[in-house]
């Protein structure tokens, strides 16, 4: 090796440890972007478990399928994918493969040489979509390989490799063994494709005990799969292992004649008519159905958990026999009989006989048992059937098995493993701090074949090579483009900031907002006493010599100056100034100045009084500061840099005795509301402005007299539309009583009476080639409008009175999108526009929401024309929209994507650009709250028909998104923040249906029980932190309570005809009563220890088990005939569990209308007597918190309509106005 590794002295581009399928494909990527790529190969020989592979992969669109007519989508793949696999398949990995199967893999195999042949529907795929290649998965290494080493790529074989060198979470290289010396390889990336651990049994046996019991199990993996990848990745590394457990059993193996141990297994398929025998020669099970999903728990509920293949020898020539090609080489055409017949001669568990009797002669079988079931099986296909009458095993070209028959003995053959090291999007490597390890890349089984378990628990056949080939590819363009990325001259630096300018917590600022929403709020403030103005000294003898260059720090004397005038300003307003303002506070809740724009009693304010309603020019460039910095990036309607020299100039003018003009006081006043608003509590030792919620109100006030005596609606300037866009978006109490439907005609009206709707019209082009018009306020323009365009369009798709319709036509207008460029950046010659992918800009986030928006606005038009509302629209029609929203989401540069946020590289733009993270969490929970309402209509349907299985994916994936990305938007959203919360309780609603209705899956029981708590736990302390909140949540609480005694009403009747023998709820012969909630009769205490036969196992089924006997195991009770209870949630162990207990025992969680559950019975149980839901001794009541409860054994869809739920909560959404 030391000849060998000469050349690899220096630093390595790349290196691929392993020469799988993945290892091989992330080659070629890498060598194709110029990298210098080596491969490192334990085995003497390349290829690894790819080459004894079959080498099916899943595709979807290919040529194949267009040729046999098969009807196929990405959207049923993907619903398919996820059924089979449960709920830990990695939905965003499998979606990307299924997108880019049919290009990225089939065709780009395609293109080195590789032929599909075969097309099937294996068990779990609703079309055939499974695809065989001529040659196997030795065809595909042989033409990888091949192309690999043609781009230069450097393999070395029996070079093990020991050690991932990791420092500070960057990967710096590898020690490799070779030849019994250790070498250190450095390379700036090291792509990990070792495979699974399927060879290693011990490792098997750890990660699934419940194989421990079966009598044996093969191994099917490479003898080079012992998980030595796995072990380095973690301890090098502290990379994050999921899905271990998932490993993937198939009950189709026999033991390799030439493995002495007798421990490993050759896979078998290909059989026509066979049927299968257990030790007592019975027939068990739907030979059709062959895979692990359900072949192999069938397979070991036998005796002695191993069965016999019988069939006829007829069919022996088309068998295929995998995973040993020293033994059996898969030919590069064809099937080779003979190395089949060379099998059955050297196997101890294959057999061949003229009958039934010498056949069980041989293999040890009861002559009798298998002769009954085989003429029993014969018997069908005589009579034509077309399943058999047994287990409906299809029968179409089967024959008779009468002579000449052959037996295979099969056993457990552990031979892939799902689970592995959690990925990003990138293959990057995350640590169990879900931060990506610098450099470091895994690929193909290692990493559960992508994502870390792309499949789930179960696999459909051909969702493993086919992901491996695809995600080693990303890892390889991955690197070439994280280069690219970090190339000197795409670095982004942050433009340099005043180093005065204030720090600010986003916790202190939801707090201060907090205080300041419910101040602003409240009604009939008391107006502060009066002091004539002639005591005071003017607060500009102090402002106006300050110099023009905003400061946003001052000395401390200076500092406390201002705050000891601002309070005098507040506390004691100028003479005449106190009357005007307080007499004009009522209408700060009225829309009257906003909708006659006129006011006769109102007289133009003098310049005196301006001077002592503004702020100081000190703390006004602070308030202007804090917006820039902090609140424009939301609706960056203004030029900052034109701004904030007509806010110098204001000041400038009053310094002066010049009274400014109205509208640029009406926008800057309106800047100064804004930022007074969000003011965020400073440190002591920090400027602070004082009593901001007076400040925010005073300029409210003064926004509303400059708008009045501007005449803004007959005669609207830039500047007022400006003003009023800021208000109605960032303050919602401007004005409470009107709609955002009605807000949203004004500022149109106003756009149109300045004919911004026409800024690009031929003529105003033809205009400005002379010259003659401003581009800065061309982009401030267009800026304005497509932000009340985006606006309308997506409130069309918000239930209300206006859901369906919208204001401004796209033909009624010509207006191009804003230019993606930095204030700074605009230039006299126009050239400045960027590409949204390419340098972020303050601006890539509004062109974002606005292609959004455009969807929103198609989709509202599909749904006119077809003359039907939007959840009336043809399924096919949603799924179309769904892509668009899709595509629109794809189009995004990374920063504003989902999976891309823990990228190195993005978190260098967040460092420069900090709003850019703020407006990601902003794009993306609006973009998932509108594809959740899009296909929830289909959501309940999804439980009955399988075409809809997709929406309900999207949906729950949705929700979860919105419930992840609320904390976030809760920081930044303080004035929204019951918009913010409704959302949390619609998706949480959508969890507990979605829980509801699939109630029955035991492997995602725990999860889901845990999940729907802590969405509980997020609306209780949304409850805590926001009167709006509380407010708005009670109302929704009441809305569901309604609907659940709707759903009670049905549950009891029902429950009288169905338990006729069971024991009564009732002691008496009385109805049971719903009597009303007094919680000071239930008395409980937090943390208290019960006898435990005084509490029940409680169990999110809703069922109901008898104090005497309830475990923790969950099991039924065998000795106490058990009733259902209608109520919904419950936690096992419920006195034991503190989280459980701390959350019951809130009555701020109970329901408001209705009493927690009862014993059953007008006494207290006894020992052994049944209890309702757990209520022992003392328990607290169950927390039903606000959601419709049913019994398990009802239809829920029947017994809930749940559409109309959604529906009832959108319209009181409405209601509130938001």
Partial sequence: MGSMLEDLSKPIDVIVVGSGVAGVSAAIEAAVQGSEVVVLEAQSNLGGASIISGGACCFVGTSLQQEQKVQDSVELALSDWVTFGGPTADIAWARKYLEHSRVDVCEWLENMGVRWTTLMQPEGNSVPRWHLPEGWGRAIMSRLIERAKALGVNFKTRACVRRLIVENETVNGVDVLFNGALHTLLAANVIVTTGGFSGNMAKV??????????????????????????????????????????????????????????????????????????????????????????GTPALLSQPDQTLWAIFPQSDIDNLEIINNPEFFPPPLAGHTPAAVKSFWADSAHAWLAKDIGELCQATGLPVDNAREAIDAFNADIIAGRSQDSRFGRPLAGLVPLTENLAAIQLYPMAQKTFGGVRTDLECRV?????????????AGEVAGMAGGCINGRAALEGTMYGPCVYSGRVAGKAIGSLRTATQPESTIERPPSDGGALPSSEHDLAERVRRLEQALLARGDQAPPRQDSATRRSDWESSTSDGRNPVRVQDQTNHEADLQQDQEI????????????????????????????????????????????LPNRTNARRLFGFYVDNINWDQHIIHVPTTSRHLELIYDQLSE??????????????????????????????????????????????????????????????ETLQAKMLLTHFLPIFPLTTGRRSQQTQLVNAAHMLQIHLVDSPRERALRGKGTQDLIDLEVKRRVWWNIVAGDWMLSFMTGPQQGTYIVHPDQMNVEFPSNVDDKDITAEGNYDEPVLGSPTEMTFTIAKIRVSTVIRELIDTANKAKVNVDELDYEQILVFDKKLNDVYDSLPPYFRYEDASRPYVQEIYNARPYLERQRNFLLFGLYIRLSLLHRPFLTRSYKEPRYRYSRMVCLRSARIVIDLHKAMREVSSGRMWLVMYHVFVATTTLVMDYACQRDDPQAATERKQEILNC???????????????????????????????????????????????????????????????????????????????????????????????????????????????????????????????????????????????????????????????????????????????????????????????????????????
Wanted: proline share 9%.
């Fill in 430 to 442: 995350l640590n169990q701090s879900n931060r990506p390890i610098s450099g470091l890349y895994a």
């Fill in 657 to 718: 005795g010049i009274k400014p003009e109205g509208v640029r006081v009406a926008l800057i006043a309106a800047i100064f509301a804004v930022a007074a608003y969000f003011w965020p509590d400073s440190p002591p030792s920090e400027p602070t402005l004082h009593d901001a919620k007076s400040c925010c109100r005073k300029w409210i006030l003064l926004i509303q007299h400059v708008l009045v005596e501007s005449n803004h609606l007959s005669f609207p300037t830039l």
């Fill in 570 to 613: 507040v506390e004691h307003p100028a003479s005449g100034t106190e009357v005007r303002l307080q007499a004009q506070e009522l209408l700060v809740n009225s829309n009257e100045y906003l909708l006659l724009g006129t006011a006769p009693q109102y007289e133009p304010l003098p310049v005196a009084e301006l001077v002592q309603i």
């Fill in 205 to 294: 046996m750890d990660w699934a005990p419940c194989l421990r019991s079966v009598s044996r199990v093969l191994s099917g993996g490479s003898v080079a799969a012992k998980g030595l990848g796995h072990d380095m990745l973690f301890r090098d590394a502290g990379a994050d292992l999921v899905c271990l457990d998932h490993i993937w059993v198939y009950p189709v193996g026999t033991p390799d004649p030439t493995d002495p141990e007798g421990k490993r297994g050759l896979g078998v398929r290909g059989f026509r008519t066979d049927i299968w025998l257990n030790s007592e020669g019975r027939r068990f099970h739907n030979e059709h159905l062959k895979g692990p999903r359900s």
């Fill in 1016 to 1218: 509980y736990r997020i609306l209780e302390a949304g409850e805590e932190r926001d009167p709006e909140v509380k407010e708005g949540l009670a109302t929704l609480k009441r809305i569901t309570n309604e609907w659940r005694m709707r759903s009670d009403s049905a549950l009891y009747a029902s429950m009288a005809r169905r338990l006729p023998d069971e024991v009564p709820l009732m002691a008496s012969t009385q109805p049971r009563p719903r009597p009303e909630i007094h919680p000071q009769s239930q008395p409980h205490t937090q943390g208290h220890s019960h006898h435990p036969t005084h509490s029940a196992s409680l169990t999110l089924s809703g069922k109901r088990t008898t104090a005497a006997t309830a475990t923790p195991t969950m099991r039924p009770p065998t000795t106490t005939t058990t009733t259902r209870d209608p109520y919904l949630f419950g936690a096992s162990d419920a006195t034991h569990n503190t989280d459980m207990t701390t959350l019951l025992s809130d009555r701020s969680t109970w329901s408001i209308d209705t009493t927690p559950p009862r014993y059953i019975g007008p006494e207290a149980p006894q020992n052994g007597t049944e209890i309702e839901a757990g209520l022992g001794s003392g328990c607290p009541p169950i927390p039903d918190l606000w959601f419709p409860h049913f019994d398990a054994d009802l239809d829920p869809t029947n017994n809930l309509q749940w559409e109309s739920l959604f529906r009832d909560l959108d319209n009181q959404q409405t209601r509130l106005g938001l």
